[in-house]
């Protein structure tokens, strides 16, 4: 069983990330850590208990609220367009009786990395902020983990904010940049793969007929978010009644990571130049310019194999 720390900007597709990683038996969540992002930290610090509380683990976890800015102090308009007003495509979750954890994130993180000595994994959803700030109380924060999965980036295809950056990277690019250079034993799964992997109407209503009963409010849930996701899919990239897995791919990679195909590669992020903010600058040369470990990112991925395996937990 994996121990994991999930840091998130809980919108539609972390909504469905999460549920997966509170049903899988292969998981045991350490916390939650928030950000901006898909809503403010706060907001996204609430959906994820209601979540939990959906979800019935069996288990207490605790939610800690993270960053709600960039390291330079910037916050996008967040995507109300893509995730509703609340962060949730406006679905409307029984309110949960727990409460967030009062501490920072950047402590949490590496007070658990102390605590599990070796044995935590990290899985981001969001932007790097929390990490940047874990990393400057604690360098060494790389050498504690066992490995940390980041949902960002483009490598070689066009990115989502522009042609050369993915939102979560360049959301807070300089955090991106830090982390990325840190040392940490890191594979990014980017949009590459990311784009590659659909969630259709007909998946889901599938599940709907043969999912546990115990997992009923959960897919009824699944289903009504996304309705609104489906439709910034039609809008934005022509899709019907699907829509790509972000999220929900990074923590099945998380989980199984040979569900892929990998790179290797030194690479960094653009933050200075604003025109190329956000960008990943690999570094594949035989005499590299980078003085930093490597990180994996992923190129290719069964992606019928992670959409079956996403709901057969449910």
Known sequence: MKHIIVDCDTGIDDSIAILYALKSKKLHIEGFTTVYGNTSSMQAAENTLRLI??????????????????????????????????????????????????????????????????????????????IAAALEKDPRLPYKIKHMAVMGGNFHKPGNINVYAE?????????????????????????????????????ISLLGKYCREENREIVEYMQSVLEYYFKFSYESMGCLDCSVVHDP????????????????????????????????????????????????????????????????VF
């Open 249 to 312: 791919l990074a923590m099945l990679i998380a989980e199984d990571p040979s569900i892929g195909e990998y790179r290797m590669a030194r690479a960094a992020v653009e933050y200075e130049n604003e025109e190329f903010r956000g960008m990943i600058k690999l570094d594949e040369g035989f005499i590299p310019v980078y003085d930093h470990e490597e990180i994996h990112y992923c190129v290719r991925v069964d992606s019928g194999l992670a959409v079956r395996r996403l709901l057969s």
């Open 53 to 130: 509380k959906l979800a019935k683990c069996g288990y207490d976890i605790p939610v800690i609220v993270g960053a709600n800015e960039s390291l330079t102090g910037e916050v996008e308009p967040y995507p109300v367009h893509i995730h509703g007003e609340n962060g949730i495509g406006n679905v409307e979750l029984p309110e949960s009786e727990q409460m967030p954890l009062n501490e920072e994130a950047a402590d949490f993180i590496i007070r658990k990395a102390e605590e599990l000595g070796g044995d935590l994994t990290i899985v981001t959803l969001g932007r790097l902020t929390n």
């Open 167 to 203: 939102a979560n990277i360049y959301g807070d690019a300089k955090a991106s940049d830090i982390v990325f250079r840190a040392g940490f034993p890191m594979t990014v799964v980017g949009l590459d793969v990311t784009m590659e992997t659909f969630l259709s109407a007909r998946d």
